[in-house]
């Protein structure tokens, strides 16, 4: 695609976003209510949600693993700040754990909780609503409800697909390929779509695409293939999945995965490399890639990854040495903050690089949740006229490889700083899959959420 079409997606998509539907919404609710019950009508340009106390106003946009952990400490580490919450979404769904909900090993109630619970418990304000856009000169955030001031401000929106790399400016096939193969790696309606497409599927060829690096969650898509593939050999269902893989080989915990792929699914998964995507034609359903051309009867699409939408209107995503967009948040490796405005912070999967040893943090719900954490202190540190110490995360993911008997593999990733400040990564992958991997699994995911989830 070229730049000129990039450009004018991403302004499309832009003007749709900054389009004020509450305005419209306003004044018709206005014109059915009596006169004398007549209420305010707040617009895109009123300014809501008052200021609490004496401490600074913090607003985070976007309530995910890290968005929500960051406002419980800053709530413990500032007792006098006044922490808001933006999320769109009516409840909290777990990236982490879906694939096992997919095929019924978890039930819905264990990925999706409610949000106020943790909201009452830690005292930040949850506001369910789009962000539509900022005013950093001001310090505001434009809402679809209204206009919301910040002292600090911490975006932390997850990711967007970038069906753009695959279709151009083509709304149809971006709506159709969306529509009918849905991937589910951003909470949302997909979620339900998703699930029922794996219990409908009755034989045939189902391709999953893989999308390059960076992206959400990097083994997840192998565990997703493996689950899948279980359930259609529970099942006895005449059907193979094809996975299409930008990489040149399986990465990370690449030796598990390929001896579970060998060993429990030999007639059901067929891994191929290089299969960076070329061309997507949903309507006929064929992919051609670098590897060679494809057909499939049914499918799970991936595209290209990017930081959600929110950074892009925040005007905050990094530029290559060339001058094209990174995809990713323009940020300080070290601190978090956005280059340009040290009073945005950037927490979980739309960080930018880190380090030219590894590239970009593990995109995965651990890595948010140590972010959200390392961030509140940081702003804590700065409030109290502290000197900002830099931290390092670390990452751990789990990933289970078979359903009966229950086996999973994972991956752990530890961070250090090398002499000439540069962050080093080291990954050490766990190869054999057990049972006890499976414990240790649910116990993680407990941890975290009685961390942030209050449960």
């Known amino acids: 695609m070229s730049d000129t079409k990039t450009s004018s997606a991403n302004a499309q998509r832009r003007r749709f976003l900054l389009t004020p539907p509450a305005m419209a919404l306003g004044a018709a609710a206005a ?44 709530r413990e580490l500032i007792p006098n700040s006044d922490v808001v919450l933006l999320e769109r979404n009516p409840t909290f769904w777990s990236g982490p754990m879906s694939n096992k909900w997919l095929i019924d090993i978890v039930s819905t109630d264990f990925v999706n909780h409610d949000m106020l619970r943790p909201a009452n418990k830690y005292g930040y304000q949850l506001l369910q609503t789009e962000v539509m856009g900022f005013e950093r000169e001001q310090k505001l955030v434009r809402t679809a409800h209204g206009l919301i001031e910040y002292d600090f401000l911490i975006l932390s929106g997850g990711i967007r697909n970038d069906y753009e790399a695959w279709f151009g400016n083509d709304q149809r096939a971006i709506d159709y390929t969306r529509k009918h193969f849905p991937n589910a790696y951003i909470p949302n309606q997909e979620m339900f779509a998703l699930k029922q497409k794996v219990k409908d599927f009755k034989g045939g060829t189902l391709v999953m695409t893989l999308p390059p690096p960076p992206h959400r969650c990097p083994p997840s898509p192998y565990e997703r293939a493996c689950l899948i593939a279980w359930h259609i050999k529970k099942n006895k269902i005449p059907g193979k999945i094809l996975i299409l893989d930008p990489k040149p080989k399986i990465a990370p915990i690449g030796v598990g995965y390929k001896q579970a792929f060998e060993e429990l699914y030999p007639d059901i998964i067929t891994h191929v490399p290089n299969a960076r995507v070329q061309e997507v034609d949903p309507f006929n359903k064929r992919i051609k890639t670098a590897a060679g051309e494809f057909k499939f009867d049914d499918a799970i699409l991936m595209p290209p990854h990017q930081a959600a939408d929110m950074v892009w209107h925040a005007g905050l995503i990094g530029k290559t040495a060339d001058g094209k967009p990174t995809g990713w948040a323009d940020m300080n490796p070290r601190l978090f903050t956005a280059n340009s405005d040290d009073r945005v912070y950037f927490v979980g999967d739309l960080m930018g690089t880190i380090s030219d040893q590894f590239g970009h943090y593990p995109k995965s719900g651990h890595v948010a949740n140590f972010i959200g954490q390392i961030v509140a202190k940081n702003i804590a540190q700065r409030v109290s006229g502290k000197e900002v110490t830099p931290l390092l995360p670390d990452n751990l993911c789990y990933m289970m490889v078979n359903g009966d008997p229950q086996e999973e593999i994972s991956v752990k990733f530890e961070y250090e700083v090398d002499a000439t400040g540069k962050v080093i990564q080291t990954q050490i992958d766990m190869d054999v899959r057990t049972s006890d991997l499976v414990k240790e699994d649910f116990g993680w995911i407990q941890s975290k959420f009685s961390d942030f989830l209050a449960i």
């Open 31 to 74: 014109a059915s209510l009596p006169a004398q019950a007549a209420p305010t009508i707040l617009t895109p340009q009123s300014r809501i949600l008052p200021r609490q106390g004496k401490g600074p106003r913090i607003v985070i946009c976007g309530g995910g693993w890290g968005g929500m952990t960051a406002a419980r400490y800053l």
